[in-house]
């Protein structure tokens, strides 16, 4: 069975033993996995100033703070990655102008519930995208940022589906009885 800490030490150990070596250049399966991973994560945001818009729960507007954060972190380091390799940034949707949720109407309004769930969605998007990527990825530091964001992304969906299950938002398939199971 491998070891995870031997997969650690021999990640860090290549980074000691090829310090003095230059970089690889990325293959292009890296980078469009950077710049793909930058307009979903800039699409993200822009969902969440949607959220922020219109929910007017205390706990809804923290958790998407939060997450906002989090996703501006994130492209600010791999846009910052990007423009070091000289890797052109791509064109994202502006930023959503501020307002109030009481001044947008209710056929338009996005719900508590729809908000939460659209973000489940977006955050299962970003994770995928994380461990594709980082599969992808060839050199290693590369490798390590993936893991970082993925990191973090499981750290924001616990929040998240705590927040979820209790409010009653979050979205159960129906349950598998299979056949001939006895029943009580």
Not at 17 to 28: I, R, Y
Not at 112 to 127: P, Q, R, S
Not at 129 to 138: E, F, R, T
Not at 154 to 178: D, E, F, H, N, S
Request: aromatic residues 8%; glycine residues 4%.
């Amino acid at each position: 069975m491998p070891n995870p800490l031997e997969a650690v030490w021999n990640v860090f150990k290549t980074q000691i033993d090829n310090t003095d070596e230059p970089k690889a250049p990325l293959h292009v399966i890296e980078v469009g996995d950077l710049w793909k991973y930058v307009t979903s994560v800039e699409e993200f945001i822009r969902y969440e100033e949607v959220g922020l818009n219109t929910t007017t729960d205390d706990e809804v507007t923290e958790m998407l703070n939060d997450i906002v954060k989090t996703c501006e972190s994130q492209v600010k380091r791999v846009s910052q990655f990007m423009r070091e390799e000289g890797i052109p940034l791509p064109d994202v949707t502006s930023a959503k102008p501020k307002s109030s949720p009481n001044d947008i109407p209710l056929g338009v309004k996005l719900t508590d519930n729809e908000i939460t769930n659209g973000v489940a969605f977006k955050l299962i998007t970003c994770l995928k995208l994380c461990a594709k990527s980082q599969g992808d990825a060839i050199r290693n530091d590369i490798s390590i940022m993936w893991l970082q964001f993925y990191a973090e992304w499981v750290t924001i969906g616990a929040t998240l589906k705590t927040l979820m299950r209790k409010r009653g938002w979050l979205k159960v398939p129906p349950y598998y009885y299979p056949p001939g199971l006895p029943s009580e």
